[in-house]
Antibody
Framework: EVQLLESGGGLAQPGGSLRLSCEAS????????MNWVRQAPGKGLEWVSG????????YYGDSVKGRFTISRDNSKNTVHLQMDSLSAEDTALYYC??????????????WGQGTMVTVSS | EIMLTQSPATLSLSPGERATLSCRAS??????LAWYQQKPGQAPRLLIY???NRATGIPARFSGGGSGTDFTLTISSLEPEDFAVYYC?????????FGGGTKVEMK
C-alpha cells in the first residue's frame, strides 16, 4: 500500500524557518518525482515545489522561490521542504504528493494527509 | 503563469443528476490537464489525468474531455459520495497551477 507520511509542521515566527519531511512507502521511491502542495485554511490548492526522481531537477512556485528548498534522500525514501523567511501567507496545510512521472511536471496520484504550518507571532 | 478558471463556483444538484464542471485555461495547455476531488478533511484524490484518462480505481461515471483551453469534467449520475470540491490542474508549464475549485453540493 502506498503511503506518504508528512511531519515537521507547527508554529513558526514570521521570518523563521521550518523543515518539513515526507516519508514514503509502498512504491519504488526513486522512480517518481515528488511534490509539495499547500492549502491555506478554507482556500484552494497551491502547488509549491517539485523534485525529479533522481533529485537533480527542482522546481518552485513563484511565491516561494528563493525562500524554500526541496530535497530528497532516495536511500531513506524521504523528501524534505526547507522553508525560510516564513510569513503569515505561508500558513497552510502542506501536502506531500507523488508524481506519476520521473521527471516531474505530472499529475499527483497519491497524497499524504498533510502537516499544518502556522506562521504567527 | 497559466491561470485556470473553474465554473461554476458552486453546483447544486440531486443524486442521480448529471454534473458538468468547466475549467478554462488562460493559454493552451494541450491535453495536460488533471482533475482532483477533495472531500472535507481529506487529501485530494486524482480522478482524471491528461484531460480524459481515468486514474486507477476511478468509477466510469467520471469522464473528462477537452483540449487546448477548454475542459470539462462530467459525472454522469451523481452518487452521494460525489458531493465534494473538484479542482483542475495544468502540467503544461511551470509553475504548475490549480483552478479555484467547483463545489458540488446536494440540492
Amino acid at each position: 500500500e502506498v503511503q506518504l507520511l508528512e511531519s515537521g509542521g507547527g508554529l513558526a515566527q514570521p521570518g523563521g524557518s521550518l523543515r518539513l519531511s515526507c516519508e514514503a512507502s509502498g512504491f519504488t521511491f526513486s522512480r517518481y518525482a515528488m511534490n509539495w502542495v499547500r492549502q491555506a485554511p478554507g482556500k484552494g490548492l497551491e502547488w509549491v515545489s517539485g523534485i525529479a526522481g533522481g533529485g537533480s531537477s527542482t522546481y518552485y512556485g513563484d511565491s516561494v522561490k528563493g525562500r524554500f528548498t526541496i530535497s530528497r534522500d532516495n536511500s531513506k525514501n524521504t523528501v524534505h521542504l526547507q522553508m525560510d523567511s516564513l510569513s503569515a501567507e505561508d500558513t497552510a496545510l502542506y501536502y506531500c504528493a507523488k508524481d506519476v512521472r520521473f521527471e516531474a511536471r505530472g499529475a499527483f496520484d497519491m497524497w499524504g494527509q498533510g502537516t499544518m504550518v502556522t506562521v504567527s507571532s | 503563469e497559466i491561470m485556470l478558471t473553474q465554473s461554476p463556483a458552486t453546483l447544486s444538484l440531486s443524486p442521480g443528476e448529471r454534473a458538468t464542471l468547466s475549467c478554462r485555461a488562460s493559454q493552451s495547455v494541450s491535453s495536460y490537464l488533471a482533475w482532483y476531488q477533495q472531500k472535507p478533511g481529506q487529501a485530494p484524490r486524482l480522478l482524471i489525468y491528461d484531460a480524459s484518462n481515468r486514474a486507477t480505481g476511478i468509477p466510469a461515471r467520471f469522464s473528462g474531455g477537452g483540449s487546448g483551453t477548454d475542459f470539462t469534467l462530467t459525472i454522469s449520475s451523481l452518487e452521494p459520495e460525489d458531493f465534494a470540491v473538484y479542482y483542475c490542474q495544468q502540467r503544461k508549464s511551470w509553475p504548475l497551477t490549480f483552478g479555484g475549485g467547483t463545489k458540488v453540493e446536494m440540492k
